[in-house]
């Protein structure tokens, strides 16, 4: 999954980083599991982090034994649910338009 349209045009990096992250959205990921997805090195990950953080992109969770970082609610798109149809382009379209 990817992060929603309106987050998708910063720097390439933190774009890499909110879609990574988009899809490990319940677990999170730690910086090394980012590094590791992301391919970059770390001082560009680390600038990259700090930026997303600044602007209230990212959340930090740390406990005893690790820190995980997750995206943002706002950065996760919505995901229809089973009980949602999913549209097709041409139902849409046949909605939209007069016959």
């Known amino acids: 999954m990817r992060a929603k349209r309106e987050y998708r045009d910063r720097a390439e990096t933190e774009v890499a980083i909110l879609d990574a992250l988009v899809d490990r959205v319940d677990d999170g990921m730690t910086v090394f599991?980012?590094?590791?997805?992301?391919?970059?090195?770390?001082?560009?990950?680390?600038?990259?982090?700090?930026?997303?953080?600044?602007d209230g992109l990212i959340s930090v969770e740390s406990n005893p034994s690790q820190t995980v970082i997750k995206p943002a609610d706002r950065v996760v798109p919505d995901v229809p649910t089973d009980e949602e149809e999913t549209q097709t382009i041409g139902e849409w379209l046949r909605e939209r338009l007069p016959f």
Do not use: G, M, P
């Open 33 to 54: 599991e980012l590094r590791a997805d992301v391919e970059v090195d770390i001082d560009e990950l680390e600038s990259a982090l700090a930026t997303l953080n600044d």
